[in-house]
């Protein structure tokens, strides 16, 4: 039986600086602001077979709640520079962050494709290129600045994942936030790091380390983003495909809209989680950690104590 | 006559008490032989006793070296015992120290949409559904 994902973010209040060019930005910003309801289809066509799931998207006041059909009952706040995600009321992790910067600055060139109909609606279509190669075609509402398609493309210039509006109501929603602003526990932001400062055109923006141990780091090209975590235990990734990558082990799980790849090392688990297009993670992954086989003694050592 | 020549080499000895020595003493005055085993046992003792004592040189005597000899039997025992204390203190520690929290892929990706959230282009344009959890 599927439980519905229940995701509620507090947009924090952060200039579009993505530096899209200030017609997009401009759009970017005014979408932030908008209110409204809508559905939206994410589909992705992926090397595993094709995922896909349907999100209800409600919006008002930078408040920002998503309700998905793909999920557990997960709870995410984003917003006064930090984000909590609970589940069943209960704490599974959370974060700050100071001023989220873009990353990848002016990485993109942005080319205007001229105004369309979405939905009955007046829209403007952008294409996203990145090293001169098309990957991702936005469609923004004119009126509201609500990005109501989204196309993101392989490096063979054909659809990875499609995220569209099959609905969109601009009265402003009632919002049900179940009381999980009530979180206090500190967030634990992470200073330093032994990780590369730029991986490929991405940028690290911040990374955290919760109470398990677990860290992870934050990086954005502007547009795509990753997370790489390091573990104190392996991920446990049910249903995953395992993949082979220059002599390295993995294993690879996709979703409607991201995918993850799990792998050891002698010293930690490895978890890389994003929403790149298939080449751009495998460029990502060559300047990763590689695999590396920890051995027995240290298998059950970590399955015992972590 | 039976003449106690074990009791002499106990006197000489001084191993003799009591009656026994009385008893030896009343024989040796009415017994010559006995006596004069006593004188020359007494002379071959004293002889032995007045002789120097030599000390070979060390040419002579190379497998005399002191050698160390490692206590093989003690030492596998402790190492055992050592062993053994170690698995057991790693077998308690791991009863008693709650396992590891197992780190979801869920987890990890509420994290991502999480933080994506906060990215100044976050919007339906970077929405992501979450994995499946299967009941």
Not at chain 1, 275 to 280: A, E, H, K, M, N
Not at chain 2, 115 to 123: A, C, H, N
Request: proline share 6%; hydrophobic share 40%.
């Amino acid at each position: 039986m599927r439980r519905l994902l229940s995701l509620v973010a507090v947009l924090v209040v952060v200039p579009a600086t993505a530096a899209f060019g200030a017609e997009l930005d401009e759009l970017l910003e005014r979408g932030h602001e908008a209110s409204y309801s809508a559905e939206q289809i994410i589909s992705c066509s992926t090397p595993d077979g094709v995922r896909d799931a349907l999100v209800r998207i409600d919006q008002v006041g930078g408040e920002l709640q998503l309700t998905s059909n793909a999920t557990d009952d997960v709870e995410v706040i984003a917003g006064d520079g930090g984000w909590t995600i609970t589940s069943d009321g209960g704490l599974v992790a959370q974060a700050s962050v100071d001023g989220a910067e873009s990353g990848g600055d002016e990485i993109y060139v942005v080319e205007e494709e001229g105004a369309v109909e979405y939905l009955g609606r007046v829209a403007m279509a952008y294409l996203l290129v990145r090293d001169g190669e098309p990957r991702a075609e936005l469609t923004i509402d004119d009126e509201t600045g609500v990005v109501v398609k989204a196309v993101t493309l392989t490096i063979d210039n054909e659809t990875y994942c499609e995220r569209r509006f099959v609905s969109l109501d601009t009265e402003a929603p009632v919002i049900d936030k179940n009381g999980v602003d009530g979180v206090d526990n500190p967030p634990t932001l992470v200073e330093t790091s032994s990780l590369p400062e730029e991986v490929s055109g991405f940028d690290l923006l911040d990374q955290y380390e919760d109470e398990s141990g677990v860290r992870f780091a934050y990086y954005s090209d502007g547009f795509f983003s990753f997370a790489l975590f390091e573990t104190p235990t392996a991920v446990a990734v049910p249903d995953s495909t395992p993949v082979e990558f220059e002599s390295g082990n993995y294993r690879r799980v996709f979703t409607a809209g991201q995918v993850t790849y799990v792998w050891e090392t002698r010293d930690s688990g490895m978890a890389l989680v994003g929403d790149l297009p298939p080449d751009l993670h495998e460029t990502v992954l060559a300047e990763m950690p590689h695999p590396e086989d920890p051995g027995l003694f240290r298998r059950w050592w970590r399955a015992l104590f972590g | 006559m039976i003449h106690p020549t074990e009791q002499i080499s106990a006197y000489l000895d001084g191993e003799l008490h009591g009656q026994e020595l009385t008893r030896l003493m009343d024989h040796l005055s009415r017994c010559g032989r006995c006596s004069a085993d006593l004188e020359q046992m007494q002379f071959v003792r004293s002889a032995v006793r007045s002789l120097p004592v030599l000390e070979l040189p060390e040419a002579l005597i190379p497998e005399a070296e002191p050698v160390v000899v490692p206590l093989r039997r003690h030492k596998g025992m402790w190492a055992g015992v050592a062993a053994a204390a170690v698995v057991a203190a790693v077998a308690l520690a791991a009863i008693v120290t709650p396992p590891p929290d197992e780190i979801s892929l869920q987890q990890l990706n509420s994290m991502v949409g999480a933080r994506s959230t906060l990215d100044p282009v976050f919007g339906p344009a970077k929405v992501s559904a979450f994995p499946v959890v299967e009941e």
